[in-house]
């Protein structure tokens, strides 16, 4: 190994660890990698320079803000409060209907506020029927995740990798290309959460209470002690009424904490329907531009949030916070980490071991295998981490099989996102196991068994949809 393989390679063990040691904030971390990886010349500025201006950090701006507008316009609540009304005549299939309505949500806007705003509502359903919420606040989480795999949009990951794969000399895919997989993998989710899954659940409101007790007043502490602590860090003219909109650290591209939630509260907001109609329209042009092949998602996205300042939906302080600048700093410096792995041959090398042992067995082994170990990296890292370093090896992979990267890649997609057996993988997992006063170990009962449901799905579809 030269000494840019063994200094890309120390800093990517290095980042990885700290991350897993999960004390220091996951994009302080990228960018200081990002940083190493500069001064000691094995990244030019250059790549640096491209990597904060990749084409799915401009996309996931443009598409924060849009999607900021449409919760601070009252719509999402509005939607889920009209869903909720139509179905409670249904008793438990009314509650499994709006699980379903922010799956689909998921695909197409942030699951976070999407969860944020249901969860309290789906809690009350479920109590009202005298029957567990933890019978349906983890379904709600994970369905809202696998509605993230039914559009490019759907989450950051898949973003982000089309990015990877773009850099590596692949075509991108466009908005739609990957639904039927997300498709057959959400369906088959969906199936084992409403029969199995959610039976292993509570079953009675009386067997909770303590537990959901709990849960109130941990969650009520933590909201309290980090309201303390953005008050003494925001210290604008403004004050208060900013600490309000301040935002979540994580949509799930990055690591989740414990008291990251508490800044969103269960509040609704009120429904303003000029801003809901402009916001939605925007969204839907930018979504039609894009699947329409009018132009990239990239150039929509950031076209229609300007549009938005614009058209005075929102201001450009509301734009701003809508930002999240630690998730688009988080990638841009995990993509530094893994142009790194990409320009030193590392990832080349590691795609090479793998085919030692794989290619006796072909391809499909050689998918199984790489979307078993996103997989299970994914519980461990996050989801952009995972994405940047496991892609050129997937395309590296394929290549020296002599196969289509296609189906490698949208394997990388699925399998970054669809782990389900630890509460701290996501950000609305971290509101549901508050909320319904989940155990760790409830987790991975229902997450592990749908992990290897959905993991099933992917390799049944994938060379459907994606032959080699």
């Not at 991350?19 to 010349?41: E, F, P």
């Not at 699951?111 to 709600?140: C, E, G, I, Q, Y």
């Not at 630690?326 to 841009?332: E, P």
């Amino acid at each position: 190994m030269n000494f840019d393989q063994i200094a890309a390679l120390v800093v990517l063990v290095a980042v990885v660890g700290v991350l897993i040691h999960g004390k220091m904030r996951s994009d302080v971390v990228a960018l200081t990698g990002a940083a190493v990886l500069l001064l000691l010349g094995v990244v030019r500025p250059v790549e640096v320079q491209g990597a904060f201006a990749s084409p799915a950090v401009i996309a996931l701006a443009g598409l924060f803000v849009i999607a900021y507008a449409i919760e601070i316009s009252g719509l999402l609540g509005l939607l889920i409060r009209k869903a909720t009304a139509l179905s409670a005549r249904l008793g438990a299939r009314g509650i499994w209907l709006v699980l379903g309505m922010c799956g689909s949500l998921g695909g197409f806007l942030n699951n976070t506020p999407v969860v944020v705003l249901a969860a309290p509502v789906v809690r009350d359903m479920a109590t009202s029927l005298h029957l567990s919420p933890k019978r349906f606040l983890m379904p709600l989480s994970h369905l809202s995740v696998m509605g993230g795999l039914l559009t490019l949009i759907g989450t950051s990951t898949n973003l982000l990798v089309n990015d990877m794969a773009s850099n590596a000399g692949q075509p991108v895919f466009s908005l739609f290309e990957i639904t039927p997989v997300g498709l057959v993998i959400a369906a088959a989710g969906a199936v084992y959460l409403y029969f199995v899954g959610a039976r292993q659940l509570g079953r009675s409101v009386a067997a909770d209470e303590a537990e959901l007790a709990r849960a109130k007043v941990a969650q009520e502490e933590a909201e309290a002690a980090r309201v303390q602590a953005e008050k003494r860090r925001l210290r604008l003219p403004f004050g208060l009424p900013r600490l309000g909109e301040a935002r979540n650290q994580s949509d799930g591209s990055g690591d989740a904490h414990l008291g990251d939630v508490a800044l969103y509260g269960a509040a609704d907001r009120p429904f303003q329907l000029r801003r809901a109609l402009i916001s939605l329209g925007v969204f839907v042009m930018v979504v039609a531009a894009a699947g329409l092949g009018l132009a990239p998602i990239a150039a929509s996205a950031f076209a229609g949030a300007v549009a938005l300042i614009l058209l005075r939906v929102i201001t450009p302080e509301e734009a701003y916070s809508g930002l999240r600048p630690d998730i688009l700093l988080l990638i841009a410096g995990m993509v530094v980490v893994g142009t790194a792995i990409e320009v030193t041959g590392l990832a080349e090398a590691g795609a090479g071991r793998l085919i030692d042992v794989i290619r006796p067995f072909g391809p499909l082994a050689a998918l199984i295998i790489l979307y078993g170990v996103t997989l299970f990296a994914t519980e461990l890292l996050s989801n952009a981490t995972v994405a940047v370093l496991i892609t050129p090896i997937a395309v590296a992979l394929a290549e020296s099989l002599g196969v289509d990267p296609r189906p490698f890649l949208v394997g990388v997609m699925m399998a970054a996102s669809a782990a389900f057996a630890t509460p701290f993988g996501y950000q609305t997992n971290v509101l549901v196991f508050q909320m319904g006063g989940y155990s760790y170990m409830d987790f991975v009962k229902v997450g592990l068994p749908l992990n290897l449901v959905t993991w099933v799905a992917a390799m049944l579809a994938i060379p459907i949809f994606f032959p080699f």
